[in-house]
Nanobody
Framework: QVQLVESGGGSVQAGGSLRLSCAASGRTSSSYAMGWFRQTPRKEREFVAGISWGGSGTAYENSVKGRFTISRDNAKNTAYLQMNSLKPEDTAVYFC?????????????????WGQGTQVTVSS
């Protein structure tokens, strides 16, 4: 019902910046709260940031507060994750997701629709 496609990943030096985009399609895609998660081979999928359907409410994982900013442009059916001051530990595959359950934004089980992921690699 809701299709999500991430883009904007790549390789950067520590301290650099990237902006990830998540293009959504579907009649009601703009009605969902959105989230960004990341995953490495050694770790479980980890919450990064979330944003309410209207864009006024946001939440961040503690390690990215002050460095990452989540936003959305409903007219473009797109969510964004601006990542600044990147660190090697930020290296992961980043996924966007649409929230479909009234549950903590950090709980991946509350998101029914997921993108394919985009690789972010930060070198030291």
């Amino acid at each position: 019902q809701v299709q999500l496609v991430e883009s904007g990943g790549g390789s950067v030096q520590a301290g650099g910046s990237l902006r990830l985009s998540c293009a959504a399609s579907g009649r009601t895609s703009s009605s969902y709260a959105m989230g960004w998660f990341r995953q490495t081979p050694r770790k479980e999928r980890e919450f990064v940031a979330g944003i309410s359907w209207g864009g006024s409410g946001t939440a961040y994982e503690n390690s990215v507060k002050g460095r990452f900013t989540i936003s959305r442009d409903n007219a473009k059916n797109t969510a964004y994750l601006q990542m600044n001051s990147l660190k090697p530990e930020d290296t992961a595959v980043y996924f966007c997701a649409a929230k479909t359950s009234f549950i903590s934004p950090s709980n991946a089980q509350g998101y029914a629709y997921w993108g394919q992921g985009t690789q972010v690699t930060v070198s030291s």
